[in-house]
């Protein structure tokens, strides 16, 4: 059963506009949640992440709203650039394990 | 700091062969590690999570008996894939944390195991 679900596996997104992609969850006891950005043949590295008890985190270009009641968290990078293009992983604890979502393809195109 | 590395990054097996897969956290000492396995185009899943000097706790739907995994140092686990056949075949991260939080989890760079 799928805890952490990204709906859309990919994003063409142009060089300096904005990139935003989704992740939507079910389990009500995660409470920590992270964005993880993956190359092929590498492992997830961390980007940024964001307590149950905020509703907003940022941190350079990228910026993580989560919506509790809605179950929703979002990750926008801005403005996008070609090295941003990569697998962008969702991922959620609580406490005892990380669920990951399938990834979303972020293709920023010159 | 936070490095963690995989060995081999890829290798190849015959079916019914095994092949054991390290994981080394190379400048911090890890009280837990963590084993995935991920799909082509899909999610990681977490096989097992393993705690130095202790057995591995394992997923629901992971064989124990056909992942074996030892976690025998703070700074070493390793997976070994018993008797393999080509449905093994698959992308095997490993993760490790410096202490209790779970989600600060550094990964190691993968390996690619292709079971023929």
């Known amino acids: 059963d799928q805890q952490v679900k990204q709906n859309s596996p990919s994003l063409s997104v142009q060089e300096g506009r904005i990139s935003i992609l989704n992740c939507d969850y079910t389990?009500?006891?995660?409470?920590?949640f992270l964005w993880y950005k993956k190359y092929p043949a590498e492992g997830p590295t961390f980007l940024i992440s964001i307590s149950s008890i905020k509703d907003k985190n940022e941190d350079g270009r990228f910026t993580v709203f989560l919506n509790k009641s809605a179950k929703h968290l979002s990750l926008h990078i801005v403005p996008s650039q070609p090295g941003d293009s990569a697998v962008y992983f969702c991922?959620?604890?609580?406490?005892?394990?990380?669920?990951f979502g399938a990834g979303t393809t972020v293709t920023v195109r010159a | 700091g936070a490095v963690v590395s995989q060995h081999p990054s890829w290798v190849i097996c015959k079916s019914g062969t095994s092949v054991k897969i390290e994981c080394r956290s190379l400048?911090?000492?890890?009280?837990?590690m963590f084993w995935y396995r991920q799909f082509p185009k899909q999610s990681l899943m977490l096989m097992a999570t393993?705690?130095?000097?202790?057995?591995?706790?394992?997923e629901q739907g992971v064989e124990k008996d056909k992942f074996l995994i030892n976690h025998a140092s703070l700074t070493l686990s390793t997976l070994t894939v018993t008797s393999a056949h080509p449905e093994d075949s698959s992308f095997y991260i490993c993760s490790a944390i410096r202490d209790s939080r779970i989600y600060e989890q550094y990964f190691g760079p993968g390996t690619r195991l292709t079971v023929t």
């Open positions: 389990n009500s006891m995660f409470d920590y």
């Open positions: 393993s705690n130095e000097g202790s057995k591995a706790t394992y």
């Open positions: 991922a959620a604890s609580d406490g005892y394990k990380l669920s």
């Open positions: 400048d911090f000492q890890a009280t837990t």
